[in-house]
């Protein structure tokens, strides 16, 4: 047989090969299909039954006042004067 001959007989069994493969292997199967519908309303029921949850308030900030502490803490602030003024 000529090289040419057994280089198109190889690749034409290649193409069948791959064809088969994909019908058998890789084609997904009305089983897989059914399961992946259910799964996706199954998750869409959830999500649509998840209740709303409010922001998340701080209650520290009303509780205490906005108050700066250099302004309570600072004994020289009318005593001192600085004298590179």
Excluded: G
């Excluded at 047989?1 to 084609?27: C, G, H, N, P, Q």
């Excluded at 922001?55 to 900030?61: A, K, L, Q």
């Amino acid at each position: 047989m000529d090289k040419k001959k057994i280089i198109e007989i190889v690749v034409i069994l290649i193409v069948i090969a791959s064809i088969a493969y994909w019908f058998t292997v890789m084609r997904p199967t009305e089983q897989a299909q059914r399961q992946v519908e259910d799964t996706t309303q199954a998750i869409e029921q959830v999500a649509e039954s998840t209740p709303v949850v409010a922001p998340e308030t701080n209650p520290v900030t009303t509780a205490i006042p906005a108050v700066n502490p250099l302004e309570k803490t600072n004994p020289f602030k009318n005593k001192y004067e600085n004298p590179f003024n």
